[in-house]
């Protein structure tokens, strides 16, 4: 599958996403601690870089459908990333051609998405899950692949959540209200179906909609006992939210199933204070492996980190 990169306020970014971009021509995968058919070893079938400026309101990103050493422009582009907030994707493609309409990570209204993961059988889920996503968003999508389709049911399910109230008031569906998204009612009466068999955070709880979103979003694929492995990284002008996540039938195995690789490297021992993530260590640093089924918000203008496991 693919590989991923989330840095916050190391000193030199250059290095890291030289190193971690180098992972996509390697001859054999660096998963210490970790054996799993899931994780590839090389991922030349497109790259991508979102960043942030200190200040700016949206992210931007850079991304070619190719091996990055195709690329003549990547070294100055490199040059321009700030050491803020970066996200990085390498693809080894599983649905979807080799374009860039394909390529990760995705933008749209101020938000960025990437995943190393997959959702089995996914062509022939689409026309179930495409149900969940708010009508509008449907024309966003634009490639073929499994993890825009995700992205836009995330979406949908934040903003289910953030407008919930008013959508089960008596007959709430029958206006259009310019101000609240549009779900119709058959997506209400599926969303609150999904809601009634989990349990939400409470609205004290911090980042609650985006941990009860990311919930809903994995509840839907146990309800139609669907395989989801999703190590997922979504970004927005307050947070960024990092899963290592899995869903299976365990009737259809013989042994445990673990979701692909993801790690925190230890930065401190070389004088950073910053955040590294990625999905093979980097290569001057020690890591420890996430923890599986887990949710990580970064409230990078609060500087606060929460960690949450799934249901």
């Known amino acids: 599958m693919c590989r991923l990169f989330f840095s916050f306020r190391n000193k030199a970014i250059r290095p890291l996403l030289e190193d971690f971009l180098s992972q996509s021509i390697h001859s054999e995968k660096n998963t210490p601690n970790l054996k799993n058919d899931r994780d590839h070893d090389n991922h030349p079938d497109g790259f991508g870089i979102a960043w942030k400026n200190h200040g700016e309101k949206?992210?931007?990103?850079?991304?070619?459908p190719t091996v990055f050493t195709e690329d003549d422009n990547?070294?100055?582009?490199?040059?321009?990333?700030?050491?803020?907030?970066?996200?990085?994707?390498?693809?080894?493609?599983?649905?979807?051609?080799?374009?860039?309409?394909?390529t990760h990570p995705f933008h749209y209204n101020g938000q960025i998405f990437a995943q190393n993961g997959k959702i089995e059988d996914f062509t022939k889920h689409i026309p179930l899950l495409h149900s969940y996503i708010l009508h509008p968003l449907l024309s966003e999508i634009q490639g073929q692949t499994d993890t825009e389709c995700l992205f836009y049911m995330y979406i949908s399910c934040v903003k289910y959540l953030e407008n919930?109230?008013?959508?089960?008031?008596?007959?709430?569906?029958?206006?259009?209200?310019?101000?609240?998204?549009?779900?119709?009612?058959?997506?209400?009466?599926?969303?609150?179906?999904?809601?009634?068999?989990?349990?939400?955070?409470?609205?004290?709880?911090?980042?609650?909609?985006?941990?009860?979103?990311?919930?809903?979003?994995?509840?839907?694929?146990?309800?139609?006992?669907?395989?989801?492995?999703?190590?997922?990284?979504?970004?927005?002008?307050?947070i960024v939210l990092l899963t290592r996540y899995i869903h299976?039938?365990?009737?259809?195995y013989n042994e445990k199933q673990i979701p692909t690789?993801?790690?925190?490297?230890?930065?401190?021992?070389?004088?950073?204070?910053?955040?590294?993530?990625?999905?093979?260590?980097?290569?001057?640093?020690?890591?420890?492996?996430?923890?599986?089924?887990?949710?990580?918000?970064?409230?990078?203008?609060?500087?606060?980190?929460?960690?949450?496991r799934t249901p």
């Open 58 to 64: 949206d992210w931007n990103v850079y991304k070619q």
């Open 74 to 102: 990547l070294d100055e582009v490199l040059d321009t990333i700030p050491n803020e907030l970066v996200i990085g994707h390498i693809r080894k493609k599983t649905d979807g051609d080799v374009s860039m309409e394909n």
């Open 164 to 238: 919930r109230p008013r959508y089960l008031r008596k007959n709430a569906t029958r206006k259009k209200n310019a101000r609240m998204p549009y779900f119709t009612k058959s997506q209400i009466v599926k969303y609150e179906k999904i809601i009634s068999g989990i349990s939400l955070k409470p609205k004290t709880h911090n980042y609650h909609n985006h941990i009860n979103a990311f919930f809903i979003l994995t509840a839907i694929f146990r309800e139609h006992t669907i395989e989801l492995v999703a190590n997922i990284i979504y970004a927005n002008s307050n």
């Open 248 to 252: 299976y039938d365990k009737s259809k």
């Open 261 to 308: 690789s993801l790690y925190w490297n230890k930065c401190k021992k070389h004088g950073d204070n910053g955040i590294l993530i990625t999905s093979e260590p980097l290569q001057k640093y020690d890591s420890v492996l996430f923890p599986e089924n887990t949710i990580t918000i970064l409230d990078y203008k609060k500087y606060e980190l929460v960690v949450v």
